[in-house]
């Protein structure tokens, strides 16, 4: 599954826009990925400036 | 069922704080969904300049100080803004040696001999007015509301948010920005030309010491793009590192940069601050006709990249007038909205938008090395005319250099023939290149 580093994100929702599934959205001004919806493509970690979203194992 | 509203608007950006101000004023029964909770806050990097006192897409924006607020002369309106403003004087490329080509006069302009092209606002404080205004005048607002769908019903176009909430409105303006979902999800990008992802960060520094900073200042010859750029506290500069290849290390690029000459000297004191900020932009090229299933689209949804504060605020203003218009006359349909799609295609499409349709040529720094840059750099030592506009900052430099071809031939024809190779690079291959080098939106 895929998470976000919290420190790391600037909150400029570019995963989201790029995201085809639609699984990340703005929550309380949080960038937070749906792992329901999820499909893990990782385009959100190709795309992202600062390196936020990683790969985390299945908790 | 949710109630049916005149007009939905998505996105409280400079575009959509403007069209909901409008909706506000003419009295149309309308909302505004925003994802973020905090409107005044800015996460993403963007423009924070507003041009002023320029031709600027058919109209002349310009800043009345006194009554504090933007008027746009030829569409006749204005936005009250009585923030701080920072005065911005021009565009300066720097070589890799430190030469600079100067667009605009920092020296002049500081001492009053010549007016700002610019002036840096407090962007989420501008944004903010807009909104209370919409808000007072009965604009319903919905923050924390991410619109992921969009599909149309005969008689309205139904949003779909995260939370599985439906909104229904006659018209709908999508001022969701570059990497715009609306646009996307009603097939728009089919018929548009990618152009490459650009990915940008940023970090701020205070205790720099930079001569003349009061303009943007591009910093070219480097592995990625950098600028550094004044903020509204004095002291505070913003810098950058961007590029059209995803897999660049941009935080180690921006370290390499500063701590080379003369970026070193000026940022020997200085500190980082706040928090980094960033962007990933998906460019594709202007879309030719705004309107599809009654949904207009305005600012940068409709553009490629940063269609500018100035463009993006006209554009919700006369989207939302047009609406404002189609429902006076009972035309919920395309020929209803006709003012806004023939303005845009007079003064945006035409003029600009078109071009950039076919832009995307060869990257410099492919054909040029850091030293040709400086050669380059070293030939105009004189500031030329101040200009904020982004399309005049390239005619500026193409004029100045079609001048200079005779002598760079005699002196450099090594350069010269990269130059005339650069040229005539095939765009097909220019923009495979970004292809590969990018990631475009695949839905």
Redesign the interface.
């Known amino acids: 599954m895929v998470e976000i580093d919290k420190e790391k994100c600037?909150?400029?929702?570019?995963?989201?826009?790029?995201c085809?599934?639609?699984a990340i959205?703005?929550?309380?001004?949080e960038v937070v990925i749906d792992n329901d919806i999820c499909m893990e493509c990782l385009?959100c970690i190709?795309?992202?400036?600062?390196g936020a979203p990683h790969e985390a194992a299945q908790a | 069922m949710r109630e049916l509203y005149d007009l939905i608007i998505v996105g409280a950006g400079p575009a959509g704080g403007m069209a909901a101000k409008v909706a506000g004023e003419n009295g149309l029964k309308a909302a505004l969904l925003e994802?973020?909770?905090?409107i005044r806050?800015i996460?993403?990097?963007c423009t924070m300049i507003i041009d002023v006192d320029e031709e600027n897409f058919g109209d002349y924006p310009t800043y009345n100080r006194r009554n504090k607020k933007f008027v746009f002369p030829h569409n006749g309106f204005s936005v009250k803004y009585d923030g701080p403003t920072r005065n911005i004087y021009g565009f300066h490329i720097i070589t890799p040696c430190g030469n600079r080509f100067q667009i605009g006069d920092v020296k002049k302009g500081k001492a009053g001999e010549q007016p700002p092209v610019g002036l840096m606002v407090d962007k989420g404080y501008w944004i903010q007015i807009m909104v209370d205004e919409a808000r007072t005048n009965g604009v319903e607002i919905f923050t924390?509301t991410?619109v992921?769908?969009v599909r149309k019903e005969s008689d309205c176009v139904v949003l779909t948010d995260?939370w599985g909430n439906e909104y229904r409105g006659k018209f709908v303006i999508a001022a969701d920005?570059v990497?715009s979902?609306i646009t996307r999800k009603l097939g728009f990008n089919k018929d548009r030309v990618f152009l490459g992802?650009y990915?940008?960060?940023s970090r701020t520094y205070e205790g720099a010491e930079i001569p003349d900073s009061d303009a943007l200042l591009f910093c070219m010859g480097w592995k990625v793009s950098h600028s550094i750029a004044p903020e509204l506290t004095e002291g505070h500069f913003h810098v950058s590192g961007a590029s059209y290849n995803?897999n660049d290390d941009?935080d180690g690029a921006i370290d390499l940069f500063l701590s080379s000459e003369p970026y070193a000297t000026w940022f020997k004191n200085a500190s980082e601050v706040g928090?980094?900020?960033?962007?990933?932009?998906?460019i594709v090229s202007p879309i030719p006709l705004p309107f599809k299933d009654n949904v207009l689209v305005v600012g940068d949804a409709t553009w490629m990249q940063e269609t500018g504060n100035t463009a993006a605020m006209a554009l919700g203003w006369k989207a939302a007038n047009a609406v404002t218009e189609a429902l006076i006359k009972g035309q919920i349909n395309k020929e209803g909205v006709s003012s806004y799609l023939e303005w845009y295609d007079k003064y945006y499409y035409q003029p600009r938008g078109k071009r950039l349709a076919s832009s995307g040529g060869a990257d410099f720094k492919d054909f040029l090395p850091p030293e040709d840059i400086d050669y380059l750099g070293s030939l105009v030592p004189e500031p030329l005319p101040a200009t904020m506009n982004a399309y005049n900052i390239f005619s500026t430099i193409g004029r100045a250099f079609s001048a200079l071809l005779p002598r760079i031939q005699e002196e450099r024809p090594d350069i010269m023939q990269k130059l005339m190779a650069m040229r005539s690079f095939p765009r097909e291959l220019a923009l495979a290149k970004r292809k590969r080098e990018g990631?475009a939106?695949?839905?």
């Open positions: 600037s909150g400029c929702c570019g995963c989201i826009d790029h085809p599934v639609a959205n703005v929550i309380d001004d385009i190709k795309v992202c400036p600062l | 994802r973020k909770t905090d806050t996460r993403r990097i924390n991410n992921n769908n995260n920005g990497n979902r992802t990915k940008d960060i995803v941009l928090h980094r900020s960033s962007c990933v932009s998906n990631c939106i695949v839905s």
